[in-house]
């Protein structure tokens, strides 16, 4: 009996060695400890080096649990915050754990906090729909925040109506929809560049480059683009229509709506709280993220639940995992509640950690990019034809460098360019070239990919 308890142990710890090996939450993490970050100040369409290293330094795990190593900084260049904002994103030298084996929390949900909720592949931080501003009844005005009075009660108080960081943030955010807290680089929202949205809200990107995590592209399942505290996965903006990964490719959609009302009197679900401002011009509806309402979709899968998510299939868990969905509508604007939230499904846990106190292993392999996959990959040149610049765009996650070359007809160089893991643009300034044909050629090991793109000049 011993010897056949002891076999099992073994057994057991073996499968759970396999499991934590083969887990999402270890493969697909952005390495580096070379390539360093950029930076645009106001008015300056040059991107200054911060000198800081970008993604993840460092990835490491047990049987349970996986270890992050991060700078908190992306590739994609951060910048400028044109709403007085003060801060630049500074390196975070963060440790976040994640269970490799995260569970559904039976109990009352967790409700997402201020501050870092999870973390995308790149190691960069995800907060929730919150920006720390609410209404105080007491004053009849915005409370909390830069430039407001703290809030009645202290600034644990529950507070009824909460502003909304998206709609009222928007001034600050960089053309990646991100922005600094005290350094700690984040976002809110879907990761992606305002500039290549259906509908564009921000012009920032006119002057900064349109760049993000990932591009959006209707014809494939989104990329896994990070983990909640929680431990389960989140995706992009598309999936498989249906749970079980029928129904072809479908934009995923928030379940939650807003509100049919004209006064701030009562929550969704009938409770009397105290009274915010009446909707208007300047508290439109969506300014408060107590003006929506989660409205249950039960004969369509493509609807996420009141956590931002789902059961389903996707290309990471073709077995299936609960996984929250980056939510847009359907000009590819971000929507309420943007990722996770406003509570948990899993059993919440704070990831941030000062020391590893276990046994790991160094996780030192890298997602790269296969040859299906580049054979697959959107490619985008714009405008083309072009007068005075080009933009190569690839579209979903960029998980290896990729290089390109302009080229002439007949074959000879005229510039090169990167496109670094997690970053989706390359430019080639096309001003002195003479009008006529070109070639734009990608290349990733041994695999080759052109399209040709005309220089012609504005009349």
Known sequence: MKKTHLSILAFSLFGLSVQAQLSPAITQWMQNTTETGTYYVSGNSTPISNNLLVNCQKVEYSAT???????GIPSYPTGPFLDGNPSNAQDQSAIYRFTVDPQQNSGTPTT??????????????????????????????????????????????????NRDAIPAEMAGFDCSKGHPAMGN??????????????????????LYDADGLY??????????????????????????????????????????????????????????????PVVDATYFLGYFREDYAWVSHPNDEDYLDEHNGRFCLTPEYPNGTYAYFCTVDSDWNSTYPYAVGPTFYGVYSDAGVSTITETTTVYTGTTGITDVAFAAMDI????????????????????????????????????????????TIAYFDVQSLYEGTYIVQIIHGNNTTAQKVIVMRAE
């Open 65 to 71: 649990s996986v270890y992050i190593t991060t700078s």
């Open 112 to 161: 997402t906090t201020m501050g870092n909720i999870g973390v995308f592949v790149n190691g960069v931080s995800l907060f929730d729909y919150r920006d720390g501003v609410a209404w105080d009844p007491t004053t009849g005005a915005l409370c909390g925040g830069p430039g407001n009075a703290p809030c009645s009660g202290g600034p644990n108080a529950i507070q009824a109506w």
């Open 185 to 206: 680089y984040h976002h809110h929202q879907n990761p992606s560049a305002f500039k290549l949205d259906q509908q564009v809200v921000s012009t920032i990107c006119n």
């Open 215 to 276: 591009a959006l592209d209707a014809s494939q399942h989104a990329p896994l683009i990070g983990f909640a505290y929680d431990g389960f996965p989140i995706y992009g903006a598309y999936g498989y229509k249906n749970a079980d990964g029928s129904g072809g490719i479908e934009r995923i959609k928030s379940g939650y709506s807003l509100r049919a009302t004209t006064t701030r009197t009562h929550h969704a679900d009938g409770t009397d709280v105290a009274d915010g």
């Open 380 to 423: 985008t040149i714009f405008p083309n034809p072009a007068s005075d610049m080009i933009a190569v765009q690839i579209g979903g996650l960029v998980v290896d460098n990729l290089q390109v070359r302009l080229m002439d007809l007949s074959g000879k160089v005229i510039q090169k360019a990167t496109i670094k893991t997690g970053s």
